[in-house]
């Protein structure tokens, strides 16, 4: 919550000295009046919960590529394009797809990509795999390409914990130095090309396990110890300075020992690293996490969310459709052990106990916006912040060339604060003239469920002229070097075109003086 002096107790109540006062009038520079008694503009009765607000750091994603180069591929660009509150694409992807041959680098693969969808203001994050679980192309039989065996990288071929011939995917020792030596000169490499991009929301630490989660379910099923996933963290955080990091909950889960497990979270926030959940909704989740929406460690992310965005996954849209979870039907896991819940109440609250501010549906685009496109529009809103400003307390009347107290208060109903530096800035216009000036910035301290009260103090213009002025409020994002209006939960019938609200009007007085 921003902090301050009371607007009511915060300014001079003494009156300057005659020569002190026409010196500073003369010299152009602010009067700290006595302080006005603060009227309230209550803006409830502005409040609208039903529009679909596309706003800045949040929203959904995209996965494509996915398990496979072609999995999930965008039908048409509207596919995306129109998607309410599309935020970025998520591409996990197999390191030998982008290293062929020791050295040679095959950036161009994704480079297609990036270009394509951040023309169309889109975002990029990435998983970068080294085992993945079919076959159908020697990418994907050997997520490690196949040189860095060939170079003498110890591993083997399996399946569901047995040994299996060499047709059965490949699996690399996870520690062992030669894979290691490859693995950190691709990391150099590709961070050296995209570290720190503006488009570039996170990277997904995915070098160990069955599709980067951190665990070898479908294939050797070895324990992966505490010091082989500290030390792929590291050198996640070796090369990536810039970008966020985050890393799969199963990760972490997957350590069989619980201090190790609290060790290893420790060390993940400790370092600024955030979760995503892959996935909610599988099947194996509901027997033993059901109840709470399949979130099998909704403590990670309780930790987590406070410092950084955190990301939900749904398990394979289609095939939790297939299987009848998302509608409950008889049979399914979601009507045995989730009490009768569909899909969207699973997706509803593992919002809610993940902080989610990225979400995922995980399948085709056309097909989940075709069944779910008033749940696209609420779950847009509810993940993330979610900002209702409460009121808005400034004078009847401020002086031209005085220090004018400005108090807003908002309440987040969102999951998550806001992350990033939002301008909350106040515009005064008429037609005599129009004036901005910031009250105060959001921050992490912006969190759900607390009043959040932001302080500030408006100097005026001298030149400001006198008469009645419609107040206008506007939260603005400035990170890409141009203004973003951050959409409020207000109504759009007073919402004007560059994202400010009139919210109330202020009587500007002439200027205090020796004449006056």
Same mark, same amino acid.
């Given at each position: ?29 602010? $009067?700290?009046?006595? &302080? ?36 999930y591929e965008i039908a048409q660009d ?124 996170? @990277? ?17 099923? !070895?324990?992966?110890?505490?010091? $082989? ?9 070796k090369y990536f300075k810039r970008s ?111 902080? /989610? ?23 847009? =809103? ?17 002086? &031209?060339?005085? $220090? ?10 969102? @999951? ?9 800035r106040v515009r005064l216009s008429s037609?005599?003239?129009?004036? $901005? ?27 400001? !002229? ?37 919210? /109330?009007?202020?009587? @500007? ?5 020796? =004449?006056?």
């Amino acid at each position: 919550m921003k902090t301050g002096p009371h607007p009511n107790t915060c300014m001079n109540s003494a009156p300057f000295p005659r020569p002190l006062l026409a010196a500073i009038m003369a010299a152009g520079l602010s $009067v700290l009046a006595p &302080a006005a008694p603060l009227v309230s503009h209550d803006l409830m009765a502005l409040h609208d919960a039903t529009r679909i607000l596309v706003n800045p750091h949040k929203g959904w994603y995209h996965h494509y590529p996915d398990n496979h180069i072609n999995k999930y591929e965008i039908a048409q660009d509207s596919d995306l394009t129109e998607f309410p509150g599309m935020d970025h694409l998520y591409i996990r992807l197999a390191w030998s797809y982008l290293e062929p041959k020791e050295g040679q680098f095959d950036w161009a693969l994704i480079d297609r990509m990036i270009e394509k969808w951040t023309r169309h203001g889109l975002g990029i994050s990435f998983r970068l795999s080294c085992k993945e679980t079919s076959t159908d192309r020697i990418e994907q039989q050997y997520a490690t390409p196949l040189w860095v065996k060939e170079a003498g990288a110890q591993g083997g071929y399996y399946r569901r914990g047995e040994v299996a011939g060499t047709d059965a995917p490949w699996e690399p020792v996870f520690d062992d130095p030669v894979f290691l030596a490859k693995l950190d000169k691709f990391l150099a490499a590709f961070a050296a090309r995209y570290d720190g991009k503006p488009w570039l929301r996170y @990277v997904d630490i995915g070098s160990i396990g069955d599709w980067g989660e951190g665990h070898t379910w479908a294939g050797s099923r !070895k324990e992966l110890s505490l010091a $082989v996933r500290k030390l792929h963290v590291d050198l996640h955080l070796k090369y990536f300075k810039r970008s966020p990091l985050v890393i799969s909950d199963d990760y972490i889960y997957s350590l069989n020992n619980p201090a190790e497990r609290a060790s290893l979270h420790q060390y993940i926030l400790a370092h600024g690293i955030s979760y995503r959940d892959d996935s909610i909704m599988v099947k194996g989740n509901f027997s033993h996490s059901g109840d709470r929406f399949t979130v099998r460690s909704p403590e990670f992310f309780a930790d987590a969310y406070r410092l950084t965005p955190t990301v939900l996954e749904l398990d394979h849209y289609g095939k939790v459709k297939q299987l009848g979870d998302w509608d409950a039907k008889p049979g399914s896991a979601a009507l045995e052990f989730g009490q009768g819940k569909k899909g969207p109440e699973f997706f509803r609250g593992a919002i809610d106990l993940l902080h /989610a501010t990225y979400i995922g549906y995980h399948g085709y685009a056309r097909e989940w916006l075709d069944d779910n496109l008033a749940l696209t529009r609420e779950l847009l =809103n509810r993940c993330g912040y979610w900002l209702f400003p409460q009121s808005i307390e400034l004078p009847a009347t401020a002086a &031209a060339g005085s $220090v004018t107290p400005v108090r807003v208060t908002i309440d987040n109903r969102g @999951v998550a604060p806001t992350y990033h530096p939002y301008e909350l800035r106040v515009r005064l216009s008429s037609d005599r003239g129009t004036w $901005v000036g910031v009250v105060g910035r959001s921050d992490r301290s912006w969190l759900p469920g607390t009043p959040i009260v932001v302080q500030g103090q408006l100097t005026l213009p001298t030149d400001l !002229k006198s008469g009645r002025y419609t107040v206008s409020l506007g939260l603005i994002d400035g990170s890409s070097g141009q203004d973003r209006p951050v959409e409020l939960a207000l109504q759009a019938g007073i919402r004007e075109p560059d994202g400010f609200y009139r919210v /109330a009007t202020v009587e @500007v007085a002439p200027p205090a003086g020796p =004449n006056h």
